[in-house]
């Protein structure tokens, strides 16, 4: 059984274009997240979530907008999708805000925008 | 602001050999230190953590050591076999309302059979 799960795996568009990415976790954790890995494999956080609420957001432009229907659920929705937006997204999750959680990812989603 | 610089970037040993990987962090109020391995097409998997009132923690092949007053910790493979190939992160976690984790650059390790 999949912990994180995120769809879709592949999205290619082209720019402008406004696309989603969804998320779900089966492990009961309370905080979710969303980072950004580029094409140098830097790993950089965007938002974080605690049972549906939003705690941490990195400076991340206002065309980027996370959604959190419930604690088990959270989406990345992306406006006017720019070249510099091509990356890998990866959702993860951790028992709760607590420091010495471990946080569990997702496969990845690979966005490439043209 | 936070910063984790990690080195080297690339890290290439034969079979058997031992691989280290050193890590520094910027902010003294960190507390908790993982390691997470990437794997091709997959997302960080977390192989082993140590928390800052621990010097040093050892899971089998695999053991980091921590050097709160010079803000540096380590990831040391031992015996490495190919299947430890892959891309490794340092990370620092501090609590700033919420808990953030900050990820180093990542070690792209070869294992050479």
């Known amino acids: 059984d999949t912990a994180v799960s995120q769809t879709p795996k592949y999205l290619v568009t082209q720019m402008g274009n406004d696309k989603s990415i969804k998320c779900e976790q089966n492990l009961g954790h309370d905080t979710m997240y969303w980072y950004k890995q580029d094409s140098k494999k830097f790993l950089k956080i965007m938002f974080s979530?605690?049972?549906?609420?939003?705690?941490i957001n990195e400076t991340v432009p206002n065309r980027f907008s996370p959604k959190s229907p419930d604690k088990a659920h959270l989406n990345l929705h992306i406006n006017s999708l720019e070249l510099g937006d091509s990356a890998v997204y990866f959702c993860?999750?951790?028992?709760?805000?607590?420091?010495?959680?471990?946080?569990?990812f997702g496969p990845g989603t690979r966005l490439t925008v043209l | 602001g936070e910063n984790v610089e990690q080195h080297p970037s690339t890290l290439s040993v034969q079979e058997g050999d031992s691989a280290v990987i050193k890590c520094t962090y910027s902010d003294s109020a960190s507390n908790y230190f993982p390691w997470y391995k990437q794997e091709l097409g997959k997302g960080p998997q977390l192989i082993i953590d140590?928390?800052?009132?621990?010097g040093e923690k050892k899971d089998q092949r695999i053991a980091v050591t921590l050097n709160k007053t010079a803000k540096h910790f380590s990831l040391h493979i031992t015996e490495t076999q190919p299947e430890d190939s892959a891309v490794y992160f340092c990370?620092?976690?501090?609590?700033?309302?919420?808990?953030?984790?900050?990820f180093g650059a990542g070690t792209r390790l070869f294992v050479k059979a």
């Open positions: 979530y605690n049972n549906k609420e939003l705690i």
């Open positions: 140590i928390r800052s009132n621990v």
């Open positions: 990370a620092a976690s501090i609590k700033t309302g919420g808990f953030k984790t900050i």
């Open positions: 993860a999750s951790s028992q709760d805000q607590g420091s010495y959680n471990e946080q569990f």
